[in-house]
C-alpha cells in the first residue's frame, strides 16, 4: 500500500510539474513577444525624436532663409518659436507634429493647448533608452545646430544693418545688407555647418538599427528555443502520461482480478454453508427414498405387494431422485466459474436463489414472499447476481435470528424503472443504526459478534458495481432493512 501511495504521489509531482513548466516558458513567449513589441515602439519613439531634431533644423534653416529673402518678420518669429520649442521654452503648438509650414496660417501665430507642457527636446529625449553613444550623438547634433543659429542670427543682424564687433557682439551699425544676409546663408560654410548636424543624426539611425535588429533576433532566438523546449516538454509529458495510462491500466486489472479472486474466494467461503444447505435439502427426500424402498422390502418378504402399489413406491423414489438432481444442478451451476455475460431471467434466477436457500432456513421460522412485475430477460453475470442474492438473503436471516423476530420474513420484489431493473430485498428485523449504516459496504466491518469476516457485502457491492455494471445501496425502512441492486435493463 505504501509503494502505491508513492508512485500516485510522483505521478501527481510528475503532471504538476510538467504543466506548471509548460506554463511558464509559454508565458516567457509571451513575455519575450510583448518585448518585440516594446522594442518596436521604442525604437519609432527613438527615431522620431531624432527625426524631431532633423525636423527643427530644417525648419530653422527655412525660416531663417525666407525670412532674409522676403524680409518678413512673420518668418523671423516663427524660425524662433522652433528654437523656443526645441529648447523647452514653449510648449508644442498645435499639429506641430506635421510638417510646419503645411499647417500654420501665415496671418496668424500658431495655437497651443491649454493644458500643454514645455519640455526641450534633450529632456524628452532622455526619457527613452538610448544608450550613451546614440544619445551622445544626438547631443551633439543639437550643438552644432545652435552653432548654425549663430549664422542664421547673424544673418538677421545682417538685415538691420548691425555687425560684429571685435569682441564678436553685434554694436556695429551700417547699412542693412540683405544680399550679405542671403549668401551668408547659402555659404559653403553654412553647408558644411548643416552637415555636421546630419552626420551624427545618420551615425545614430545607423546604431540604433543595428542595435534593433540585433535584439529583435536575440529575442527571436529566444523564442525559438523556448518554442522548442515548450515541445520538448509536451513531448516528454505525452510519453509520461502513455507511461502513467499503461501503469495505471495495469493496476487496474491487477485490482480487477484480485477483486475477482477474492469473489471467488468468497464463494468458496460459502461452500461450507452451501453444503449444510444440500444436507438440508436432501434429508427429507432420503428420507423418503428410504421410507419407500424399506416398505418394498417388507412387503415383498411378506409376500404381500402389488403391482399397483410397487409403481407406485417406485414413482415416488424417482420424484425423489429427480429433486436430488435438480439440487444438485443448481449448485452446480452456481459454483461453476463463469467470466461471461449470458442471457437469462432474473424472476427465474430469483427463484432458483431462493431454492438454494431453503437449506439456511430449514432451521429457521423465516418466510420468504416474492413479488414480480416484470419477467423481461437481462444480458449480466448471472452466478455473481445469484451469489449477491445468497449472501443478502444470509444476512437478513442472521439479522433476524439474532433479534428473534416473532414473524420474520423477507420481501424479494422485481421492478422496472426506466432503463433498469429494481431488485430489492427487504426484511422486518428492525433496521441497521444510522452511526454505521455509511460503513457496512467497507471491508472488513462486520456487525456480527462471531462468524463474520467483514467482506460480504463489500463484495457483494464490488459485484454489482465493478461486474454487473449496476448499483447496490441500501435504507432502512419502517420495519427494517432494504437493499436495492439496480441493473441495466438491455439485451443480448
Request: glycine share 4%.
Amino acid at each position: 500500500m505504501r509503494l502505491k501511495i508513492n508512485v500516485n504521489f510522483l505521478i501527481i509531482i510528475f503532471e504538476v510539474t510538467m504543466l506548471t513548466l509548460i506554463l511558464f516558458f509559454s508565458l516567457r513567449i509571451v513575455h519575450l513577444y510583448n518585448q518585440l513589441s516594446l522594442q518596436e515602439a521604442n525604437r519609432f519613439k527613438m527615431l522620431h525624436k531624432a527625426n524631431m531634431l532633423r525636423h527643427s533644423s530644417d525648419d530653422l534653416t527655412h525660416f531663417a532663409r525666407t525670412y532674409v529673402v522676403t524680409g518678413k518678420i512673420y518668418f523671423k518669429d516663427r524660425f524662433f518659436d522652433v528654437l523656443n520649442i526645441r529648447e523647452g521654452r514653449v510648449p508644442e503648438p498645435q499639429g506641430y507634429q506635421n510638417i510646419y509650414w503645411d499647417v500654420v496660417d501665415l496671418k496668424f501665430p500658431p495655437k497651443y493647448d491649454q493644458n500643454a507642457t514645455a519640455k526641450s527636446l534633450i529632456e524628452q529625449m532622455k526619457e527613452l533608452p538610448y544608450t550613451k553613444k546614440e544619445f551622445s550623438l544626438l547631443a551633439k547634433a543639437q550643438e552644432e545646430s545652435n552653432d548654425l543659429v549663430k549664422l542664421e542670427e547673424e544673418a538677421f543682424f545682417a538685415m538691420k544693418g548691425l555687425y560684429k564687433d571685435q569682441k564678436g557682439i553685434f554694436t556695429v551699425q551700417a547699412k542693412s545688407n540683405q544680399d550679405y544676409a542671403i549668401k551668408l546663408l547659402h555659404s559653403h560654410k553654412y553647408y558644411q555647418a548643416k552637415k555636421k548636424i546630419m552626420s551624427p543624426i545618420k551615425e545614430f539611425i545607423s546604431l540604433l538599427d543595428n542595435r534593433t535588429h540585433q535584439n529583435i533576433q536575440q529575442t527571436l532566438t529566444y523564442i525559438e528555443i523556448n518554442k522548442v523546449v515548450i515541445l520538448l516538454l509536451i513531448a516528454l509529458f505525452t510519453l509520461g502520461n502513455a507511461f502513467v495510462y499503461l501503469y495505471l491500466d495495469k493496476q487496474k486489472k491487477l485490482l480487477k482480478q484480485k477483486d475477482y479472486e477474492l469473489i471467488q474466494k468468497s464463494r468458496l467461503a460459502q461452500m461450507g454453508e452451501t453444503i449444510s444447505m444440500i444436507a438440508h435439502q436432501w434429508r427429507q427426500p432420503l428420507s423418503a427414498i428410504s421410507a419407500s424402498s424399506s416398505t418394498l422390502q417388507t412387503k415383498i418378504h411378506l409376500g404381500k405387494y402389488d403391482k399397483e402399489a410397487l409403481l407406485d413406491n417406485l414413482n415416488k423414489i424417482d420424484s425423489f431422485v429427480l429433486y436430488l438432481s435438480q439440487t444438485i444442478d443448481d449448485f452446480r451451476n452456481y459454483f461453476k466459474p463463469n467470466k461471461a455475460k449470458t442471457l437469462f431471467n432474473l424472476k427465474q434466477t430469483v427463484e432458483n436463489t431462493v431454492r438454494l436457500a431453503k437449506g439456511m432456513l430449514s432451521n429457521s421460522q423465516v418466510q420468504i414472499e416474492t413479488s414480480y412485475t416484470i419477467q423481461s430477460n437481462i444480458y449480466n453475470h448471472e452466478n455473481q447476481i445469484i451469489q449477491v442474492l445468497l449472501n443478502l438473503i444470509k444476512n437478513a436471516v442472521d439479522a433476524l435470528d439474532e433479534n428473534k423476530i416473532e414473524e420474520p420474513k423477507i420481501i424479494i420484489s422485481i421492478n422496472q424503472k426506466k432503463e433498469s431493473v429494481i431488485l430489492t430485498i427487504e426484511d422486518n428485523a428492525g433496521g441497521i443504526p444510522e452511526e454505521i449504516q455509511d460503513k457496512i459496504f467497507e471491508p472488513y466491518f462486520s456487525t456480527k459478534s462471531k462468524n463474520g469476516t467483514g467482506l460480504g457485502l463489500y463484495m457483494s457491492k464490488q459485484i454489482i458495481e465493478e461486474y454487473c455494471n449496476g448499483s447496490l445501496n441500501v435504507h432502512n425502512t419502517s420495519i427494517g432493512t432494504c437493499f436495492t441492486i439496480s441493473l441495466p435493463l438491455q439485451s443480448k
